[in-house]
């Protein structure tokens, strides 16, 4: 004997929700062939307790997600142009370092483009020789046990980015008002360094500041010095 057929049991208002909504999702032309349905819906207004029609709400959420990609759109486009002065700034470093004939010029041409080119308020070049051979004269490097103060700063190979404390602050640049720096390790074959580089603004080398650019600074630095260093390599 067959088994005679009924109707399903009635859907919790939980489920007809969702099964209404699961069929919109899967039927998006729903609306399409049944236009005489939106001019009888409508839905809570998003401010005030009044109700707008679908379609209104519709073009009201497209217009906020409009004007939330102009604005992500725009951020993008001053990341780029900021990336793009940035790397204008590099080349300039570059060239200047190239052209930078004595180690006398590059200890000059540093600090001098960067406060030029990258708006530094103050520079510090540190440098320390890692061979028993002695240093080059006229006071570039500082003793090993005067730069061992700085290892614990720049204990790594990545720069770090942040206020000082008030004694290295005042090691490095004086009497100059500086708010945060960015210390760049330098590694060299027999020698090791620190270049600092300070600002008045708290918030322009603050902790969470990416590193790239200034990792690639620390590179053409290294390589400038190193052709005036050779004979610390042991």
Do not use: K
């Not at 720049?154 to 004694?167: F, S």
């Not at 990792?215 to 004979?231: C, D, K, M, N, Y």
């Amino acid at each position: 004997m067959s088994t005679p057929l009924s109707l399903p049991a009635a859907l919790s208002a939980a489920d007809a929700e969702a099964a209404v909504a699961h069929f919109l999702a899967e039927h998006p032309d729903f609306f399409g062939r049944h236009l005489e349905l939106l001019a009888t819906l409508s839905v809570p207004h998003p401010v005030g307790g009044g109700a707008t029609s679908l379609v209104e709400r519709q073009l009201g959420l497209l217009r906020e997600q409009n004007a939330a990609l102009r604005t992500r759109l725009a951020e993008l486009v001053e990341v780029a142009r900021g990336n793009d002065r940035l790397a204008a700034r590099m080349q300039a470093l570059a060239l200047a370092l190239i052209e930078a004939r004595s180690l006398d010029e590059v200890l000059t041409v540093v600090p001098a483009t960067l406060r030029d080119e990258f708006s530094a308020d103050a520079c510090c070049l540190r440098l320390a020789a890692t061979a028993t051979v002695a240093p080059p004269a006229g006071g570039v490097f500082i003793d090993a046990t005067q730069f061992a103060r700085y290892q614990h700063a720049i204990d790594g190979v990545r720069p770090v980015c942040g206020p000082l404390d008030e004694a290295l602050a005042r090691d490095l640049f004086e009497t100059l008002p500086v708010a945060s720096a960015a210390l760049l390790p330098l590694r060299g074959g027999g020698w090791n360094g620190l270049l600092a580089i300070g600002s008045r603004d708290a918030a322009r080398f603050g902790p969470g500041l990416g590193t790239l650019f200034l990792s690639r600074i620390a590179a053409l630095v290294v390589q400038a010095l190193e052709p005036h260093l050779g004979p610390l390599q042991a």
